[in-house]
């Protein structure tokens, strides 16, 4: 299979931001209104699609980087949308359907049983995590396992409810996102501050896989002694502009 960028298609089927919009939700200045029947609409429809609503201009930049490996995938809602696309996706997650409380219903594509160690298997493509656990080092293990260089990455910040913080921490040390893609805009439900990023490799010829090497002050250097700065160690919620 081709890993050239796919050609965005127009009119692809995405029922969940159709859904979405169709109930109305506004934010003001970066806060809604909260009501109990958005948070029954929220506990269904994550469920049953995603945590991330993708938009046209999400999908629009993950094509752009050809073929995808998501992993975490949960019912694959993100590979489907995609697939209409065009874009050659192979979605993985570690607990299959029926036995997890974070999904309901049928997948809407194929999603294969797998954990981070699939990572290795597809440097050539561009690793995919979508609303990674909190506090849990699912992530971080994609990380250390992928030897790619491209992360796309849909969740919160490093002090939000999505990956764990050596994720955070690596993604930092051994990506820089890619300018202009630093933050792509999602909708988003009540109180969730979450958007779409994209991230290339700093040092191409190092693995994150790799233990992080420090120098005797205990700060993490790269494979030359020089001290790798971390340019978001306290980089705080990102919020839709107002």
């Not at 995609?82 to 570690?94: E, I, K, P, R």
């Not at 219903?105 to 909190?134: D, I, M, N």
């Not at 202009?180 to 040092?203: A, F, M, N």
């Amino acid at each position: 299979m081709s890993n050239s960028a796919a050609q965005p298609k127009l009119g692809i089927k995405n029922p969940y931001l159709d859904e979405f919009n169709s109930l109305g939700h506004k934010r003001v200045s970066g806060f809604s209104h909260f009501s109990l029947d958005h948070y029954r609409h929220r506990e269904r429809m994550v469920k049953q699609y995603a945590w991330a609503i993708p938009n046209q201009i999400a999908l629009d930049t993950i094509a752009k980087y050809g073929s995808v490996v998501d992993i975490g995938a949960g019912l694959g809602y993100w590979a489907y949308c995609l697939q209409q696309m065009g874009v050659d996706v192979v979605a993985y997650d570690l607990i299959i359907k029926g036995e997890n409380h974070y999904t309901e219903g049928k997948p809407w594509t194929e999603v294969l049983e797998g954990a981070p160690e699939v990572a290795s298997y597809y440097p050539q493509r561009t690793l995919f995590l979508c609303w990674p656990p909190y506090e849990d080092p699912m992530a971080t293990d994609c990380l250390k396992f992928y030897e790619g260089n491209t992360v796309i990455y849909v969740g919160e910040g490093s002090s939000g409810c999505t990956g764990d913080y050596e994720f955070h921490h690596r993604l930092n040390h051994f990506y820089a996102e890619v300018e202009g893609e630093e933050y792509v805009h999602i909708p988003q439900w009540d109180g969730i501050h979450d958007y779409l990023s994209v991230w290339k490799r700093k040092l191409p010829n190092d693995s994150p896989y790799l233990e992080v090497k420090r120098d005797f002050c205990g700060r993490p250097v790269d494979e030359n002694g020089k001290v790798i700065e971390d340019e978001d160690e306290d980089d705080s919620q990102k919020d839709t502009p107002s």
